[in-house]
């Protein structure tokens, strides 16, 4: 059973920084397209950071210059690192993971979430 397992959330002060991880658990061939995602309350769910297997990475208008998402393939965990972080980042952040098992199978699979808030 394939599991994805965020932490690293917490309370930081604005313009401070967290660096946040994924772990992905069970039999698990690769893992390819990756994410992270984040849910503020009463807000949709929006996309921060994503992450192909080649390495390419695409990231929201919003966290670009302050955000960089990174994966280390042999410990098969995606990373977001957060930097001058801002009130508005303060959300729940999901991580996102296509991943084929050795079963032959692909899906996606998402996380729990870990809770980041900012405080002004």
């Known amino acids: 059973q394939v599991q994805l397992a965020e932490s690293g959330g917490g309370l930081v002060q604005a313009g401070g920084s967290l660096r946040l991880s994924c772990a992905a658990s069970?039999?698990?061939?690769?893992?390819?397209?990756a994410g992270w995602y984040r849910q503020a309350p009463g807000k949709q769910r929006e996309l921060v950071a994503t992450?192909?297997?080649?390495?390419?990475?695409n990231y929201a208008d919003s966290v670009k210059g302050r955000f960089t998402i990174s994966r280390d393939n042999t410990k098969k965990t995606v990373y977001l690192q957060m930097n001058s972080l801002k009130p508005e980042d303060t959300a729940v952040y999901l991580c996102?993971?296509?991943?084929?098992?050795?079963?032959?199978?692909?899906?996606?699979?998402w996380g729990q979430g870990t809770q980041v808030t900012v405080s002004s």
């Open positions: 069970g039999l698990i061939f690769s893992i390819n397209a």
């Open positions: 992450i192909t297997s080649g390495g390419n990475t």
């Open positions: 996102n993971a296509h991943i084929s098992t050795y079963s032959g199978r692909e899906n996606d699979y």
